[in-house]
């Protein structure tokens, strides 16, 4: 039996060893190769002088298909990430803040094996795929220079030039002269025995300085990369394409199964009472009605301390974080050398990052609902350029990241909750289904289909007893009561205009 068991045990081993784990830093590099080679199509007007600009490797023209539009392929990233680096206006707009998406159908397009793969693993892991995409941009964006216009120190035009890139600029020049006085007197320096908590080195200590407190990030004096950040990025799941440039001037063919993969149609939404705990931390796409919207509030995503004794910015990345404990102590150099010292740290709203935020609560649509149930909710969290999309009453669907979030980060609510944790979904793209009458009838139907709904509204309109007729179509599942359908019918439609 002993035998066995130690048989059995290596047998265990050797499949966890063997057991196939992700490599972040081959993902890194094959998504740094996916922004650099991908390629779209675009269309060509059929005009004979754009024609004649195109050459003939680019242009690709369907052989069995007459009057079809010409299209040619493109490269994709790096034109906007250029755009992004200059600070060039979008669509003639003046917003601070660029949209980068990432449809994970583009790297199945781009490489039916790699590309599949790692689209599977950003579906199942989205956050950390989310920061390891948006590592790579950083770097792909650190090593571009700045094309047309003048140049600056930190490498924008001088024309899109603001507060935020000098603030930028005097905390890199503190940062490398910090960094080189460090470097010079790196020979000299002796640890201090006593420390300046009184001995044991607790001046290092990870509970001291904040990195283990759970409500806040390490405090560090290094510049995060998120405070240096001036886009958003969003991850698109599989099937759905972007809506962005420069995915807003793609050509996508129906007909084509290369493209199939990318129609918006083939994405299904699933209501919230199939969103189980195997889908927590992917990514998924629920529909619902909004029924409850929040203002819309900065929220802090990088904290700013200034050291009064001896003068350094310090910086605590707070990112998806409801709650922080603010730093108290200096992990500066020249702090841990001082033998007494006190809560020398104050919070500078100014140097601080904030986005826009704003809480949604998702309910159930009334046909997922199961007859007898109460109709479930779901609070959704939406940052940037994702707030003010959708109001109360809109029927959408949202692509996000399914998260838990604890009930409270201290205090009585945190230990009266103990174990139990809340679910929210992180927003990564929000699409309103319907805003009016008007939109909704002209953007999902087709000709035939709205010409034959005007037929039958007109049927109604015209007939012996259009209220009747309307009123027995409120619960059809209740018999009789038509006069209680019918008084409901007109305190619906009735009222008088309100003109302001």
Not at 162 to 185: F, G, T
Not at 239 to 264: E, H, I, K, L, M
């Amino acid at each position: 039996n002993t035998k066995s068991a130690v048989t059995m045990d290596a047998a265990a081993r050797d499949d966890i060893a063997g057991a196939q784990y992700p490599s972040y830093d081959e993902d890194e590099a094959m998504f740094a190769d996916f922004l650099k080679e991908h390629t779209i199509l675009t269309t060509v007007n059929n005009s004979a002088d754009d024609i004649d600009d195109v050459d003939d490797e680019d242009l690709m023209l369907e052989p069995t298909a007459e009057g079809k539009q010409l299209v040619r392929r493109t490269t994709c990233y790096p034109p906007h990430l250029q755009r992004i680096k200059n600070r060039d206006t979008i669509n003639n707009s003046h917003q601070k803040t660029y949209l980068v998406e990432v449809p994970l159908s583009e790297l199945v397009i781009w490489d039916a094996v790699r590309g599949l793969e790692l689209a599977q693993r950003a579906t199942k892991n989205a956050t950390r795929y989310h920061e390891l995409f948006c590592k790579v941009i950083d770097s792909v964006l650190s090593k571009m220079e700045v094309t047309g216009g003048g140049r600056r120190r930190g490498g924008a035009a001088s024309s899109a030039r603001d507060s935020i890139d000098v603030l930028m600029e005097q905390r890199q020049a503190q940062q490398e002269a910090r960094q080189a006085e460090v470097q010079n007197n790196a020979n000299n320096l002796v640890d201090d025995v006593n420390g300046p908590l009184g001995g044991g080195g607790l001046e290092n200590d990870a509970a001291v300085l904040g990195a283990g407190n759970g409500t806040g990030g390490t405090a560090t004096e290094e510049l995060p990369a998120l405070l240096m950040r001036r886009y958003e990025l969003r991850v698109l799941p599989l099937r759905r394409p972007g809506a962005y440039a420069p995915f807003d001037v793609q050509f996508r063919d129906n007909d084509s199964t290369q493209y199939a993969s990318s129609g918006s149609s083939a994405i299904q939404a699933v209501s919230l009472r199939q969103i189980r705990s195997r889908a927590m931390g992917h990514l998924v796409t629920v529909s619902g009605m909004i029924v409850r919207a929040s203002d819309v509030k900065p929220a802090c995503t990088v904290a700013t301390y200034t050291c009064d004794a001896c003068g350094c910015e310090i910086y605590q990345v707070v990112h998806n974080k409801r709650e922080f404990l603010p730093q108290r102590l200096c992990p500066s150099t020249d702090c841990q050398k001082q033998t007494k010292h006190g809560d020398t740290l104050h919070l500078q709203t100014r140097g601080s990052k904030f986005v826009k935020f704003q809480e949604l609560k998702l309910q159930e649509l009334p046909n997922q609902v199961p007859m007898g149930h109460v109709p479930r909710s779901l609070t959704v969290h939406c940052r940037g350029e994702l707030t003010r999309l959708a109001s109360p009453g809109n029927e959408v669907t949202i692509d996000g990241v399914f998260l838990p979030q604890r009930v409270a980060e201290g205090g009585y609510r945190a230990m009266k909750a103990g174990l139990v944790t809340t679910t929210f979904v992180e927003a990564q793209n929000i699409i309103v289904h319907k805003k009016s009458y008007d939109d909704s009838i002209s953007g999902s139907l087709a000709e035939e289909e709205r010409l034959k709904l005007e037929e039958q509204i007109r049927e109604i309109a015209t007939g012996d007893d259009p209220v009747g007729t309307l009123s027995s179509a409120i619960a059809p599942e209740i018999f009789g009561h038509e006069d209680i359908k019918r008084a409901l019918l007109l305190q619906l439609v009735g009222g008088c205009t309100r003109k302001l």
